[in-house]
Protein backbone atom coordinates (compact mmCIF):
# COMPACT_ATOMS: atom_id res chain seq x y z
CA UNK A 1 0.00 0.00 0.00
CA UNK A 2 2.67 2.38 0.25
CA UNK A 3 2.86 4.84 -2.57
CA UNK A 4 7.00 4.70 -3.28
CA UNK A 5 10.30 3.99 -1.72
CA UNK A 6 10.33 5.08 2.00
CA UNK A 7 13.83 5.66 3.95
CA UNK A 8 13.32 4.63 7.35
CA UNK A 9 16.20 6.78 7.94
CA UNK A 10 13.80 10.47 7.39
CA UNK A 11 11.20 10.40 10.17
CA UNK A 12 13.75 10.10 13.13
CA UNK A 13 16.04 12.65 12.07
CA UNK A 14 12.80 14.49 11.73
CA UNK A 15 12.07 13.72 15.06
CA UNK A 16 14.90 14.42 16.33
CA UNK A 17 15.36 17.84 15.16
CA UNK A 18 11.75 18.19 16.09
CA UNK A 19 12.30 17.59 19.61
CA UNK A 20 15.48 20.25 19.49
CA UNK A 21 14.14 23.69 20.86
CA UNK A 22 15.71 26.45 20.29
CA UNK A 23 15.20 29.91 22.43
CA UNK A 24 17.73 33.28 22.42
CA UNK A 25 19.64 33.91 25.71
CA UNK A 26 18.28 37.15 27.07
CA UNK A 27 21.59 37.89 28.47
CA UNK A 28 23.64 36.98 25.05
CA UNK A 29 20.75 37.00 22.69
CA UNK A 30 22.30 34.36 20.75
CA UNK A 31 20.25 30.98 19.98
CA UNK A 32 20.25 28.53 22.81
CA UNK A 33 19.78 24.89 21.91
CA UNK A 34 18.33 22.53 23.88
CA UNK A 35 21.41 20.74 25.40
CA UNK A 36 22.30 23.97 26.51
CA UNK A 37 19.55 25.44 28.64
CA UNK A 38 19.91 26.29 32.34
CA UNK A 39 16.76 27.87 33.66
CA UNK A 40 16.64 29.56 37.03
CA UNK A 41 13.30 28.62 39.90
CA UNK A 42 10.83 31.29 37.98
CA UNK A 43 11.64 29.54 34.58
CA UNK A 44 13.31 31.63 32.12
CA UNK A 45 16.17 29.90 30.54
CA UNK A 46 19.29 31.07 29.66
CA UNK A 47 23.12 29.93 28.05
CA UNK A 48 24.59 28.11 31.14
CA UNK A 49 27.62 29.74 30.86
CA UNK A 50 25.89 33.09 30.59
CA UNK A 51 23.88 32.94 33.58
CA UNK A 52 26.77 31.58 35.84
CA UNK A 53 28.91 34.47 34.48
CA UNK A 54 25.58 37.00 34.92
CA UNK A 55 25.61 35.78 38.88
CA UNK A 56 29.76 35.67 39.11
CA UNK A 57 29.53 39.48 38.41
CA UNK A 58 27.57 39.72 41.50
CA UNK A 59 23.72 40.21 40.12
CA UNK A 60 21.50 38.66 42.46
CA UNK A 61 18.63 38.40 40.55
CA UNK A 62 16.77 36.87 37.17
CA UNK A 63 18.24 38.85 34.32
CA UNK A 64 14.43 38.78 32.58
CA UNK A 65 11.98 39.11 35.85
CA UNK A 66 13.96 40.78 38.41
CA UNK A 67 12.98 37.71 41.10
CA UNK A 68 15.68 37.12 43.37
CA UNK A 69 18.05 34.22 42.88
CA UNK A 70 21.39 33.44 42.99
CA UNK A 71 24.16 31.03 41.46
CA UNK A 72 23.10 28.01 43.37
CA UNK A 73 19.76 28.43 41.75
CA UNK A 74 20.94 27.67 38.26
CA UNK A 75 19.68 24.75 37.26
CA UNK A 76 21.34 23.03 34.09
CA UNK A 77 18.38 21.51 31.46
CA UNK A 78 19.82 18.13 30.16
CA UNK A 79 19.02 16.76 26.98
CA UNK A 80 16.47 13.68 27.32
CA UNK A 81 16.04 13.51 23.39
CA UNK A 82 18.36 10.19 23.61
CA UNK A 83 16.43 7.83 25.46
CA UNK A 84 19.38 6.03 26.66
CA UNK A 85 20.32 8.59 29.21
CA UNK A 86 20.59 7.35 32.69
CA UNK A 87 18.89 9.33 35.36
CA UNK A 88 21.70 8.60 37.91
CA UNK A 89 23.93 10.08 35.09
CA UNK A 90 21.67 13.24 34.85
CA UNK A 91 21.71 13.72 38.49
CA UNK A 92 25.26 13.25 38.59
CA UNK A 93 25.87 15.98 35.84
CA UNK A 94 23.49 18.07 38.13
CA UNK A 95 25.67 17.49 41.11
CA UNK A 96 28.23 17.92 39.34
CA UNK A 97 27.54 21.49 37.60
CA UNK A 98 26.36 22.70 41.18
CA UNK A 99 29.72 21.40 42.68
CA UNK A 100 31.44 23.47 40.39
CA UNK A 101 28.84 26.77 40.89
CA UNK A 102 29.61 26.41 44.37
CA UNK A 103 33.61 26.63 44.11
CA UNK A 104 33.04 29.47 41.28
CA UNK A 105 31.34 31.30 43.94
CA UNK A 106 33.11 30.53 46.57
CA UNK A 107 36.68 31.69 44.51
CA UNK A 108 34.51 34.99 43.27
CA UNK A 109 33.61 35.45 47.02
CA UNK A 110 37.26 34.75 48.29
CA UNK A 111 38.70 37.08 44.78
CA UNK A 112 36.26 40.20 46.59
CA UNK A 113 37.31 39.73 50.17
CA UNK A 114 40.98 39.68 49.17
CA UNK A 115 40.41 42.96 47.23
CA UNK A 116 38.60 44.41 49.82
CA UNK A 117 41.50 43.43 52.45
CA UNK A 118 43.73 45.25 49.76
CA UNK A 119 41.51 48.49 50.28
CA UNK A 120 41.47 48.35 53.76
CA UNK A 121 45.34 48.29 53.77
CA UNK A 122 45.17 50.78 51.33
CA UNK A 123 43.09 53.29 53.37
CA UNK A 124 44.77 52.33 56.59
CA UNK A 125 48.68 53.10 54.94
CA UNK A 126 47.27 56.04 53.59
CA UNK A 127 45.64 57.43 57.27
CA UNK A 128 49.44 56.50 58.53
CA UNK A 129 51.17 58.64 56.20
CA UNK A 130 48.64 61.90 56.73
CA UNK A 131 49.18 60.91 60.47
CA UNK A 132 53.09 61.30 59.89
CA UNK A 133 52.58 64.18 57.75
CA UNK A 134 50.37 66.21 60.72
CA UNK A 135 53.33 65.08 62.90
CA UNK A 136 56.66 66.59 60.47
CA UNK A 137 54.38 69.54 60.10
CA UNK A 138 53.95 69.92 63.97
CA UNK A 139 57.49 69.53 64.41
CA UNK A 140 58.64 71.88 62.17
CA UNK A 141 56.28 74.51 63.75
CA UNK A 142 58.03 73.45 67.24
CA UNK A 143 60.87 74.02 65.82
CA UNK A 144 60.42 77.63 64.37
CA UNK A 145 59.23 78.41 67.72
CA UNK A 146 61.84 77.01 69.38
CA UNK A 147 64.14 79.20 67.32
CA UNK A 148 62.03 82.34 67.79
CA UNK A 149 62.28 81.65 71.86
CA UNK A 150 66.05 80.96 71.50
CA UNK A 151 66.45 84.47 69.58
CA UNK A 152 64.36 86.13 71.87
CA UNK A 153 66.43 84.59 75.14
CA UNK A 154 70.09 85.91 73.18
CA UNK A 155 68.75 89.52 72.91
CA UNK A 156 68.04 89.71 76.47
CA UNK A 157 70.37 91.27 78.70
Aim: glycine share 2%; charged share 30%.
Amino acid sequence: MADGPTNSNAPDVQDSNAKRLFVCCAICKERVSSDEFAALPCGHLFHFMCIMYFFICDWSSCPECRKPSDIGDIMPLLNFADNAVNISDAEKKLMNYRDALRKLHKAHVDNFNLEKKELESAVENLNLKKENYELKRKYLELTRENKVLKGLLMMKP
